[in-house]
T-cell receptor, first 114, second 109 residues
Framework: DAGVIQSPRHEVTEMGQEVTLRCKPI?????LFWYRQTMMRGLELLIY????????DSGMPEDRFSAKMPNASFSTLKIQPSEPRDSAVYFC????????????FGPGTRLTVL | GQQVMQIPQYQHVQEGEDFTTYCNSS?????IQWYKQRPGGHPVFLIQ?????EVKKQKRLTFQFGEAKKNSSLHITATQTTDVGTYFC?????????FGAGTTVTVRA
């Protein structure tokens, strides 16, 4: 298996622009997680899906952030409009047992908002 | 809400020495997981502990889950340069996995 795939790996954009991050989970995994990692706040769970349905989005910072999972093999995290404080590494992870078991992380997308 | 505290934040170790990183939760956990993130990389699962007082070993790494299932530790013996990275504990309870801030390990050769 190729593991969790994320794109792009790096994204540099200007404040106010829309940013879309993409994730392909491991085939057969029912859970998908979006995390944000910064030096100040560490690794934060933004949202997670079970069988393509959003279960907990309490970590989503504000209305500028939205996430979708239209099918079992694809998810997006969108930021609109982006702000410099959104600069971070965004990880997607998947698992077959939710938070109770091993999560497989993708390589991450390093986002820089100028 | 559930909080997972991890200490120390940084650990500078002489190659060949041992060290321990500690994890404490404000609530009782169903399980605790440990992950390692190499510089520039992504978190990689190391192990999961479920039972009270459980101890598991992976070569030079020893993981322990406290009797009250609120704390855990990772002990590394004879540190090597390959141990460089950030070690995260993550506590699972009430359908939520909460990551600690991590212990970043550097090794002096």
């Amino acid at each position: 298996d190729a593991g969790v795939i994320q794109s792009p790996r790096h994204e540099v954009t200007e404040m106010g622009q829309e940013v879309t991050l993409r994730c392909k989970p491991i085939s057969g995994h029912d859970y998908l997680f979006w995390y944000r990692q910064t030096m100040m706040r560490g690794l934060e769970l933004l949202i997670y899906f079970n069988n393509n349905v959003p279960i907990d989005d309490s970590g989503m910072p504000e209305d500028r952030f939205s996430a979708k999972m239209p099918n079992a093999s694809f998810s997006t995290l969108k930021i609109q409009p982006s702000e410099p404080r959104d600069s971070a590494v965004y990880f997607c992870a998947s698992s077959y047992s939710g938070g109770a078991g091993e999560q497989f992380f993708g390589p991450g997308t390093r986002l820089t908002v100028l | 809400g559930q909080q997972v505290m991890q200490i120390p934040q940084y650990q500078h170790v002489q190659e060949g020495e041992d060290f321990t990183t500690y994890c404490n939760s404000s609530t009782t956990l169903s399980n605790i997981q440990w992950y390692k993130q190499r510089p520039g990389g992504h978190p990689v699962f190391l192990i999961q502990l479920v039972k009270s007082g459980e101890v598991k070993k992976q070569k030079r790494l020893t993981f322990q889950f406290g009797e009250a299932k609120k704390n855990s530790s990772l002990h590394i013996t004879a540190t090597q340069t390959t141990d460089v990275g950030t070690y995260f504990c993550a506590g699972y309870n009430d359908y939520k996995l909460s990551f600690g801030a991590g212990t970043t390990v550097t090794v002096r050769a």
